[in-house]
């Protein structure tokens, strides 16, 4: 070893001596010695970091073998001084994250904090334990950087005798790699297997290079591709992985080459192309073991693919491998997403062995399809639980509206049982809050984001907080919170103009492309928000210039969501003509979506024959959708044709299908309330509906007019009728409409001057979109709706949307 090295060596091991004292002395002080002190002590640290970079660079100087050593021992002193700066920032500002609480207080958070002495209690004990996970977090990121360190410096030494081995004779090649082990296959295939451990993707494609130049590849049972595709794919490289599965010849692949990339497709989300390697795996008579069924089963899953998947099952009991724990959890997995909970629950019943992953698949299935009623049943019989489960079972409470329950169960997790949460459980949680309109643990796991990760937060959760923020009605932080996040991607880029689309921004999302190409580049998802954004703007010639552009500038041939976008674009501006010749001449056949943005385009235009031809398309697609129906029905009954309105209508009813109710929900003092047309099952009943018939009273003094044209009631044809009491028992439906009741609560149950924001499972009517335009106005309040379809803001007597909706 180098003297100069031990030299910095036993200076540094003194110097940390002395900060681990001074560190334990700090801590019982406080004032202005305690100031000093930690001056003195920061002072030494930076000495210290001194000290490490001498090492390090002399370490580099040495032999690879002596180096490899030394380096190691710099990892550990360089862990160390890390533990002693987290300890002096502990020491220095306590538990408290000052950064953190003026961002929770600065995102609106002060209302949510108020909601209830409980949750703001449970707040602060979360703040108090964050650190620990905090610090851990950072020492694993450190970890991964010294790994790469080392590799690239291992890397640099074989660089070094590669040059050697490529100004040596060729005819003494082989040789010259026998007086070379460290550059032999037999440890190149170990620091390859590192490499995909770690995925370090940079350093095994320079590995990659080296094995080519070097002609190691052709040595005979080197086996150095086969361990690359393996590090391919497990660094989800998967074309890589392809390319080199074909160039090995079948004889020299044995089933974990087929299961490795098996699995890479799996991962990627490519189930079509597992599935075909599934067979050809099967023509090969290669063996099928229990890592195959396990990918095929999830590409099933993913694909809802129930014949291939019940195939694979009956494979898995003629073969024995039924009792493998890890096929059945893929078995039940499969008829969990496929629906059929019968066969799940019986496959899980079966088993004789169960795990914690058993468990948690059973428990996600019967999530979907039975409710968190019986999935909490199911949750609390299991022996154990993981990070997974808890997840699982946290967002579905928060996804189906039960605020509290997964508040507390979150609390139950965190407190009780010591998890933490990492990015995965926070996207999720993030994703339930988006869906259900839960702003307030929105912006709890926000604030935990922020003091686990701090303002480097990571990628994924930092894009799952833009799309929160946007579908909750905040699209003003979320433009906040894209503009903070230091890395952006096109997912991000893409989220954030989704989020600005569904709010009618159109004209700030085109302003924002450009900025965006100058950072990523767009894909074809980018170009469905611009398309959808501009159709919910009205910008006709923008719109179009970006469809005709997608292949010809930005090389990405239009999809069938661009052709639906663009019908949907050129119909919202009368242009149904148009809009019929682009189908006829898209070269793939018209969807649902499509042709049903054609048919709503009829609705609000009053193209009734047109409206008749689609539907009858629309119906040899999807007889069951009720949707389609309901709109030529009011279509009728606009143009005057109460019978035809009456009679379609009928049909519905003869065939047994049932139009979807109408749902609203609001949100106040974090519980959420949910209403359906002409409910009275509120608690506060009595209350709403004097509220309802004086907003009715207050909105007809200011010119409100019930618009009862495409009210249609089931029944009645029009003939022989009451004219006066039939207008009067439409007019008394349009009121009980779920978003007025939603609206009456949220008067009701809040501060005067405090924004409303409703929930609705499907398009707001043109009724409600009215009133709602003149109760912003008398009441003094901002009020957001949103639909299925998009955001309506509500402010001062007019509406977001400009009334192009």
């Not at 920032?89 to 609106?108: M, T």
């Not at 979360?126 to 991964?144: A, G, H, P, Y």
Request: charged content about 25%; glycine content about 6%.
């Amino acid at each position: 070893m180098s003297e100069v090295f031990e030299g910095y060596e036993r200076q540094y091991c003194e110097l940390s001596a002395n900060l681990s004292k001074k560190c334990t002395a700090a801590g019982a002080l406080d004032g202005e010695r305690k100031k000093q002190k930690l001056s003195e002590i920061r002072t030494g640290l930076e000495d210290a970091e001194s000290l490490i970079r001498k090492m390090d660079l002399e370490a580099r100087s040495l032999q690879p073998n002596v180096k490899a050593v030394l380096l190691a021992k710099l990892r550990e002193y360089k862990s160390d001084l890390n533990n002693l700066k987290s300890e002096v920032k502990r020491i220095a500002s306590g538990n408290l994250n000052p950064a953190a609480r003026d961002e929770l207080l600065e995102s609106g958070m002060a209302d949510a904090l108020s909601a209830s002495a409980d949750q703001r209690s449970r707040l602060m004990m979360t703040t108090e334990r964050l650190n620990q996970s905090s610090d851990r977090i950072k020492d694993s990121r450190r970890t991964m950087l010294e790994t790469e360190e080392l590799g690239v410096s291992i890397l640099q030494d074989l660089h070094s005798q590669r040059q050697a081995l490529l100004h040596a004779n060729n005819t003494m090649k082989w040789p010259i790699l026998q007086a070379f082990p460290a550059f032999s296959p037999r440890y190149l295939r170990p620091f390859l297997r590192l490499c995909a451990q770690q995925s370090a993707h940079a350093i095994g494609k320079k590995l990659h290079a080296l094995i080519l130049t070097t002609g190691l590849y052709t040595t005979q049972h080197s086996f150095l591709l086969n361990t690359l595709l393996h590090f391919y794919a497990s660094c989800g490289n998967t074309p890589s992985a392809r390319k080199l599965f074909d160039e090995i010849p079948l004889s020299s692949k044995d089933t974990a080459d087929w299961t490795a990339l098996m699995s890479s497709f799996s991962r990627q989300n490519m189930p079509r192309e597992a599935l075909c390697l599934f067979a050809q795996m099967h023509q090969n008579i290669v063996e099928i073991d229990d890592v195959a069924m396990i990918c095929l089963f999830s590409a099933c899953a993913w694909l809802r693919d129930l014949e291939v998947g019940s195939q694979g099952h009956g494979f898995v009991v003629k073969t024995g491998l039924k009792g493998r724990t890890k096929v059945s959890n893929g078995v039940m997995d499969m008829y969990g997403k496929c629906g059929l909970v019968g066969e799940m629950k019986r496959v899980f019943s079966e088993m004789k062995e169960k795990n914690v992953v058993s468990w948690t698949v059973f428990l996600d299935g019967v999530l979907k399809w039975e409710g968190v009623k019986s999935g909490r049943l199911v949750f609390d019989d299991m022996p154990e639980r993981n990070e997974v489960a808890w997840t699982i079972m946290i967002v579905s409470y928060v996804g189906s509206g039960f605020c509290k329950e997964g508040f507390s169960l979150l609390s139950e997790m965190m407190f009780h049982w010591q998890f933490k949460l990492n990015y995965i459980t926070l996207c999720s949680l993030l994703s339930a809050c988006a869906q259900s309109g839960d702003v307030m643990m929105g912006r709890w796991v926000h604030v935990y984001g922020l003091k686990v990760m701090g303002m480097e937060m990571d990628i994924m959760v930092g894009t799952a907080l833009v799309d929160m923020y946007a579908k909750c009605g905040r699209i003003d932080t979320a433009v906040k919170v894209f503009d903070c996040m230091p890395r952006r991607n096109v997912v991000a880029w893409n989220a954030m103009l989704s989020g600005l689309a569904m709010h009618g921004r159109g004209r700030v999302v085109v302003d924002m492309f450009p900025r965006m190409i100058e950072e990523v580049r767009p894909d074809d998802l980018t170009f469905i928000a611009i398309l959808s954004a501009c159709s919910h703007s009205g910008l006709i010639d923008e719109g179009s210039y970006y469809f005709e552009s997608l292949e010809s500038v930005y090389g990405i041939p239009p999809k069938i969501d661009h052709y639906a976008c663009m019908v949907d674009l050129l119909g919202r501006a009368g242009r149904l003509e148009e809009a019929e010749t682009l189908i006829k001449q898209m070269p793939i056949a018209p969807n649902e979506v499509v042709l049903g943005s054609l048919l709503g385009s009829c609705s609000a235009h009053g193209k009734l024959q047109l409206g008749e031809r689609v539907l009858q398309r629309l119906i040899e697609m999807d007889p069951l959708n009720t949707e389609y129906h309901i709109l030529l029905s009011n279509m009728y009954a606009l143009a005057g044709k109460r019978n035809k309105a009456n009679a379609l209508r009928k049909v519905l009813k003869v065939k047994g299908i049932r139009k979807v109710p109408g749902m609203s929900s609001i949100y106040v003092d974090g519980q959420l309330h949910q209403f359906s047309a002409g409910d009275k099952s509120h608690p506060r009943t009595r209350e709403i509906y004097p509220t309802l018939y004086d907003m009715i009273q207050r909105l007809r003094s200011a010119g409100y007019v019930p618009n009862t044209a495409s009210q249609v009631l089931s029944g009645t044809d029009g003939v022989g009728d009451n004219v006066g009491e039939l207008l009067e028992e439409k007019e008394q439906a349009l009121f009980l409409h779920s978003e007025k009741l939603a609206v009456c609560f949220g008067l009701l149950s809040t501060k005067p001057g405090t924004r409303l924001y409703i929930f609705k499972n499907l398009r707001i009517c043109q009724d409600c979109h009215a009133a709602f335009k003149i109760v912003s106005k008398i009441y003094n309040r901002e009020i957001v709706v949103r639909d299925r379809n998009r955001f309506h803001c509500f402010k001062q007597g007019s509406c977001s949307c400009s009334d192009f909706w």
